[in-house]
């Protein structure tokens, strides 16, 4: 079974759509999506949270199955699709999604499976490995060039800028979400595992599974040098340190970002036997 070593969950500005969950052999992080558009089509916190619980909920449910992982989280998602047609109050044309990061160990081999931008770092004795699919990175580029070009005017402020970039979010998404060209996530549409970010790795001794509001820690601010120096870290600690870097930033024009201060999730894991 997978042993947790360290966690942290940390709420950005608004709800939590960060989720980790772990079962048996397998374990996995989840990052919901803020919406970009008006309207609320769940009795969730939110449409992201709704989303990141349902897939949570099936993939323990499947977590034992003897199958292939691609074809379990596909299961996870077909599932959680059903009871969205079931519950929602529509089905609209960009429907919510989340960052869905998977591993499972199978003898002494690690599989993991990636869609869109949480971060699963896995150690072995040779090295240190990170997947992550930053497809979406290419779709948001227009996104985040009209946030810097407003936060360049003097006395912008981020909501200036959240304003600025959110149609290009929204047309991002419209054009680019789970379609071929494109960039893949967990939402309610099962075909976008066959586009996933999957592999193994033979003796893996710690896994990593983050969100990217943890990894801001390195993408965006300089408080650690490389994904080795994580497995060092309390990860308590580093969050703070997040926290404060994006405190002394509160309008976003040192570091542009989506977010003020992002939803903070990660568990540093190690297999026991």
């Not at 709704?50 to 977590?63: C, G, P, Q, S």
């Not at 199958?67 to 009871?83: C, H, S």
């Not at 870290?233 to 570091?255: K, S």
Request: a negative charge.
């Amino acid at each position: 079974m997978w042993k947790p070593l360290d966690s942290v969950d940390k709420p950005g500005n608004g709800c939590f759509e960060d989720l980790a969950g772990m079962s048996g052999t397998m374990a996995w992080v989840l990052d919901g999506a803020s919406a970009v558009s008006d309207g609320q089509i769940t009795t969730s916190g939110s449409d992201a949270l709704w989303l990141v619980e349902h897939i949570d909920a099936h993939l323990r449910k499947l977590a034992a199955d003897a199958v292939p992982l691609e074809k379990l989280v596909a299961m996870a998602i077909e599932l959680t699709a059903a009871q969205a047609h079931d519950e929602w109050k529509a089905i609209p044309e960009v429907p919510p999604s989340a960052a869905l990061g998977v591993i499972r160990r199978t003898g002494d081999r690690t599989e993991f499976l990636v869609l869109a931008d949480v971060s699963v770092i896995m150690r072995t004795d040779a090295a240190v490995f990170e997947f992550i699919d930053r497809r979406v990175d290419r779709y948001n580029k227009s996104a985040h060039d009209a946030m810097v070009e407003t936060l360049r005017v003097s006395n912008a402020t981020y909501a200036d800028a959240s304003e600025r970039a959110r149609p290009h979010l929204a047309d991002a998404r419209r054009r680019a979400m789970n379609r071929e060209g494109g960039y893949w996530v967990a939402s309610i549409d099962k075909g976008a595992v066959d586009h996933a970010l999957t592999g193994a790795l033979d003796g893996v001794r710690e896994v990593i599974l983050a969100s990217d509001g943890f990894m801001r820690a390195l993408r965006l601010f300089p408080l650690v040098d490389d994904v080795e120096e994580l497995f060092e870290c309390d990860f308590e600690d580093l969050a703070a340190r997040v926290r404060r870097a994006e405190e002394n930033d509160p309008h976003t024009r040192g570091y542009p970002r989506w977010s003020v201060s992002d939803d903070i999730c990660a568990r540093r894991l190690r297999w026991d036997d």
